[in-house]
């Protein structure tokens, strides 16, 4: 790895937006996006915040996990992060994301940032903020959390590495408790598709844990008549009597490799 890892690691997340055709627009769905380039997405709640989530190369298939107590902007972030170790770091074949911040982890933190926020994107975002030379209030971070999916936190130290605010314009956004002004600017923090919207365990979300292609496969065999509505069931961890809940949401997605 290079003397400047996160210069490499800004410079491979341009690129793989390049290679995308993702321009600086938001990537509205980031798991769709990973495992339409092969990777396997298995998202399941673990307690008390001690793992973001994990990369594991199985043979040849890329599998993320992403922990899915954490807020949808987190876990966006996440996935971003881990993609990065199945671009980047296969050789290590597992990897495990907590707290501590060996390089491969720094790296991986720095591809996802620039991957998911692009620096032109927040650049002509902010520049009538930055004109009016106002600074940056919570409410506008906040809109951008919005508009490119992401958490409050990683937006500011995103604008904070990008010069877009100082030091101490950093620190005093974040002592803003983002969620409560959402609620006051009259975003419904509750709404599954919010950045700030914490799962709760329903049928539903049971379902969404397993990777898509798992499931768009379940899916197929049953329409096929190749397995029973029990045994549909069974595979996507739901009653028989939920089935039409989840199915809807379940759309076949082509796989292919990283």
């Known amino acids: ?23 600086s627009e938001p990537i509205v769905d980031i798991r769709a996006l990973v495992e339409q380039q092969g990777a396997l997405v298995y998202a399941t709640p673990i307690p008390n915040g001690s793992l973001s989530g994990c990369f ?3 043979g040849e298939d890329s599998w993320i996990m992403v922990n899915s107590a954490y807020s949808v902007g987190r876990q966006r972030f996440t996935i971003a992060h881990e993609y990065c170790h199945s671009l980047v770091h296969r050789e290590l074949g597992f990897v ?13 933190d720095a591809f996802a940032a620039v991957f998911l926020m692009p620096p032109e994107s927040a650049e002509m975002y902010f520049a009538s903020d930055i004109v009016a030379s106002k600074g940056i209030a919570a409410e506008r971070v906040i809109e951008y959390c919005y508009a490119y999916g992401v958490g409050y936190l990683a937006a500011v130290y995103r604008l904070h590495n990008l010069r877009l605010l100082n030091a101490a314009q950093r620190d005093a956004l974040l002592e803003v408790q983002p969620t409560r002004r959402a609620s006051s600017m009259g975003y419904d923090v509750g709404d599954p598709r919010s950045p700030f919207y914490q799962h709760q365990s329903t049928t539903h979300q049971l379902a969404d844990a397993l990777p898509r292609a798992y499931r768009s496969a379940a899916v197929r065999a049953y329409e096929q008549e190749r397995i029973s509505e029990a045994k549909l069931a069974e595979l996507l961890r739901v009653d ?11 759309e076949p997605i082509e796989v292919s490799v990283v």
């Open 96 to 108: 495990v994301c907590t707290a501590e911040k060996p390089p491969h982890e720094r790296f991986a």
């Open 1 to 23: 790895m290079s003397a400047d890892p996160i210069r490499q690691a800004s410079a491979r997340a341009v690129a793989e937006r390049k290679r995308l055709g993702l321009g």
């Open 56 to 58: 594991a190369l199985i």
């Open 240 to 250: 028989v009597d939920d089935l039409d809940e989840v199915l809807d949401p379940v």
